[in-house]
């Protein structure tokens, strides 16, 4: 890995950003309209004596056109501009710095306003463009193999906050590459476990779908998660999006160990839980089952077969990941040889299966390596109760 890379490119924009982070903060009783779905900026106008066609104007300005001065918004009366710009904003976290990879792969590490700093990744490919975005200010989980687990936990990130990382993404690319549509798809793969951030996820994931804001297909919304499964059982009810699932392990025992929130919802719970998730839908719809490479733990001819007996009646494809490492991490990456082998046995049990291609490396910028700086306030196990009864 060469994170000095001299192909990598870094912005320190923090000078801009003190500035504007100054003049920003004497003012944070304002309404942050990034915190709003179409429906709910409509619920608002309509409040306050508007028309309701004002919302879609609104909505189209902001994620369309990524404007955040509302004297931008021509077709929007001055009398509501006025009024908008007293009591309103459109604040996104603030960007301090931005990693162009040699392989075209961005970083953006960001600052929320109580100081705390999450990451956000785009990945370029020929026929698409895909953004990582993270749902919290580190992670409540405690998964072993993962950088963020070990920054601890702070804070769920609002809904601005989130589909916030959506808009700095689209008004740094769009003139960069020069397309309107440089993100093609979203994951919510970055930090943090989002079935645990639940609302303000769903909301977000509302303005990435919807035609006035981000108008992404269904299909290229992906939500990652570690398996919540009574949360997953709501997203159903809330909202159709793809869905990927942090498996890792096709026994009980291993599992409770990778990622351990299996031991409260084991295995077969967790496979009824995406049978229950798959009800109804296309045949080509599948779940992805991701599966992190780990050289001598998770990685033998036992285990793949294992995790074909698991998933032998999931509409599932699997998507095996090369673990990346971190400091201090005691894991290291299977070898090719052994992820081709492992792939091999999963194919021949009639699985669909596709390795993942490592991304971003040399800004840390891959799975699993994205920490920010987070302030943590872990409590894990007091957080993890609380979240436990929330679902
Ligand atoms: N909490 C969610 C989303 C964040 S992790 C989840 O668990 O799915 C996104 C994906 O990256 C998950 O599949 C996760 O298991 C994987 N990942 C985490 N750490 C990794 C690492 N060091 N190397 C490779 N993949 C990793």
């Excluded at 944070?28 to 879609?56: H, M, Y």
């Excluded at 589909?163 to 690319?173: C, E, N, P, S, Y």
Aim: hydrophobic share 35%.
């Amino acid at each position: 890995m060469s994170k000095h890379n001299t192909s990598e490119k870094i912005k320190q924009i923090d000078v801009k950003v003190e500035s504007s982070s100054a003049s920003k903060a004497k003012t944070p009783q304002k309404i942050n309209l990034l915190d709003f779905t179409s429906k709910k900026l409509k619920d608002f106008l309509v409040e306050r004596g508007e028309k309701a066609f004002r919302a879609t104007q609104l909505i189209k300005w902001i994620h369309q056109a990524c404007v955040d001065d509302f004297d931008d918004m021509t077709n929007v009366s001055k009398a509501l501009r006025s009024s908008l710009q007293e009591t309103t904003e459109i604040r996104a976290p603030e960007v301090i710095q931005d990693q162009a990879s040699s392989d075209g792969t961005h970083k953006w590490l960001l600052r929320l306003a109580d100081g705390n700093c999450i990451e956000t990744v785009y990945i370029p490919e020929k026929d698409r463009g895909t953004l990582c975005v993270s749902s919290q200010v580190g992670c409540a989980l405690d998964c072993t193999f993962c950088s963020t687990a070990r920054q601890g936990f702070s804070r769920n990130l609002t809904v601005a906050e989130i589909i916030g990382q959506v808009w700095v993404a689209k008004r740094t690319l769009q003139p960069e590459t020069g397309r309107s549509r440089a993100i093609t798809n979203v994951v919510m793969m970055g930090m943090g476990e989002p079935l645990l951030n639940f609302n303000n996820v769903v909301d977000a994931m509302k303005l990435m779908l919807d035609d006035n804001a981000y108008g992404l297909s269904k299909r290229r919304v992906t939500l990652s998660t570690s398996g919540v499964v009574p949360a997953l059982d709501r997203l159903r009810d809330e909202i159709d999006v793809s869905l990927a699932l942090s498996l890792h392990a096709g026994n009980d025992q291993l599992r409770d160990k990778l990622v351990p929130i299996n031991k409260k919802y084991p295995i077969k719970v967790l496979m009824e839980a995406c049978l229950r998730f798959m009800e109804g839908k296309a045949a080509r719809e599948r779940i992805t089952m991701e599966y992190v490479m780990l050289d001598g733990v998770n990685d033998s001819d036992q285990h793949a077969r294992e995790l074909a007996f698991t998933l032998k009646n999931i509409p599932s494809k699997v998507n095996l990941i090369p673990f990346n490492p971190f400091p201090e991490t005691r894991y290291k990456r299977s070898s090719n040889k052994r992820i081709e082998k492992f792939r091999d046995i999963l194919t021949a049990a009639g699985l669909i299966v596709m390795t993942r291609k490592t991304r971003g490396e040399d800004i840390d910028a891959a799975c699993g390596q994205l920490a920010g700086k987070v302030n943590d306030r872990s409590r894990r196990e007091t957080h993890f109760a609380r979240i436990e009864k929330e679902t």
